[in-house]
């Protein structure tokens, strides 16, 4: 009870009760009733945290106005959004002339901190990418107005002042885009000095409105693989396998029968970026890691098309090799192609149980894919392992 010094008498008599009854409710699986206990203690943690934060300078107030003095404008931002800030700034030619209260940790906010900011500012624009997160938090701290004379605390962010249009809920941010968002709010602004009004604003203004004017059209770039990936070439050779897999001619001649459709599966992995032209025919639906190859077996028993499903070794050992005994324990007609390049490529070329070293360095027990799925097959099974080597 002692760590919590906020409880009142009531939850300290629950508290003593569990503690008694319950001797581990220090142990951290929390399920109830353990969960409560801890979140008796939250407001606690925060607390200390954000303390701890105050002492190493995590949080900082940049530009600081001078004691006693209450500028116009004060911007808050964290990570990335704070970047674009300061990079359109100087591009307006701004840099250094409006404070920012850079947020090192954007939850919780420091409300002492942010009380400190804004009773230096009249005006705070929230800068952060997509929905409403660091702005609502302000905007608690501050539900009791700070007032210094007749002038009040404005927290401003997704929707701005003068009707005009405020950072975007949606997608991302970009200098640029930051720039054609802040200066229709700095120019004309009712109270700015005028020496922060003009100049560079002027320009960039008029560039915006000639940008938005222009007539242009520009390919959208996807994402694609590295150069060298051996996914590009097995995709091109799918792309003509399905070709004449459709095609009634080729089908008769070469194996009697009539055109078969490929179902082709992927989950999470580079093979995902299948999705987009020009391999689109070869990714028809996107699943959780490792769980492609359930897709196709529970497509399995419903369909006739042949059905192929993507693997990277990575997902191999982390859980497709699960999807791949089922489907040889139910005999299911699925072709799996695994990519075996010897590194978890997708999420930053993490090792995993099939390479002989860790990232430090160490020897570790290395797994080999082939051998592992031939253990897999009974002597009965149809089921057939093929290597295809890049060298």
């Given at each position: 009870p002692n760590q919590y010094p906020t409880l009142n008498a009531e939850q300290r008599a629950l508290l003593n009760y569990e503690k008694d009854i319950k001797p581990d409710l220090d142990q951290f699986v929390l399920l109830p009733p353990r969960s409560w206990h801890r979140e008796l203690g939250m407001a606690e943690r925060h607390a200390a945290v954000i303390a701890e934060a105050r002492k190493l300078g995590i949080n900082q107030i940049i530009h600081k106005p001078q004691k006693g003095e209450r500028v116009q404008m004060g911007f808050v931002a964290s990570g990335m959004a704070y970047a674009y800030l300061t990079h359109a700034l100087a591009e307006m030619g701004l840099a250094g002339r409006i404070p920012i209260l850079k947020l090192g940790m954007s939850y919780p906010v420091d409300?002492?901190?942010v009380r400190e900011f804004a009773e230096g500012c009249e005006q705070l624009i929230v800068v952060e990418e997509r929905r409403s997160f660091v702005e609502r938090q302000i905007r608690d701290v501050l539900a009791t107005p700070i007032q210094r004379g007749k002038l009040q605390v404005e927290v401003w962010g997704k929707q701005f002042p003068r009707g005009l249009k405020g950072i975007s809920a949606t997608r991302g941010l970009h200098p640029s885009l930051l720039i054609k968002t802040l200066v229709p709010l700095i120019k004309d602004h009712p109270t700015l000095p005028v020496e922060l009004t003009n100049g560079h604003l002027t320009e960039e203004l008029a560039i915006i409105?000639?940008?938005?004017?222009a007539d242009v059209t520009t390919p959208a770039r996807t994402p694609a693989f590295c150069p060298g990936c051996p996914h590009r070439d097995s995709s091109s050779v799918l792309l003509d396998i399905r070709r004449d897999l459709l095609d009634p001619g080729y089908m008769e001649r070469t194996h009697k029968r009539p055109p078969v459709d490929l179902v082709a599966h992927g989950d999470t992995g580079c093979y995902t970026m299948l999705m987009f032209e020009p391999n689109t025919p070869l990714m028809h639906n996107y699943s959780g890691m490792g769980l492609g190859g359930g897709t196709g077996a529970g497509a399995d028993p419903f369909i006739e098309n042949k059905q192929l499903v993507f693997m990277g070794d990575g997902t191999f050992y982390h859980s497709g090799q699960v999807a791949i005994s089922q489907s040889i324990a139910n005999n299911q007609d699925i072709t799996y192609i695994i990519l075996d390049n010897k590194t978890t490529?997708?999420?930053?070329?993490?090792?995993?149980?099939?390479v002989e070293f860790d990232l430090t360095g160490?020897?570790?027990n290395a797994m080999d894919i082939e051998r592992l799925v031939k253990g897999m097959i009974p002597r009965k099974s149809k089921a057939e392992v093929r290597v295809v080597r890049a060298d």
């Open positions: 409300a002492q901190l409105d000639r940008a938005g004017s490529a997708m999420t930053g070329h993490q090792p995993h149980a099939g160490n020897e570790m």
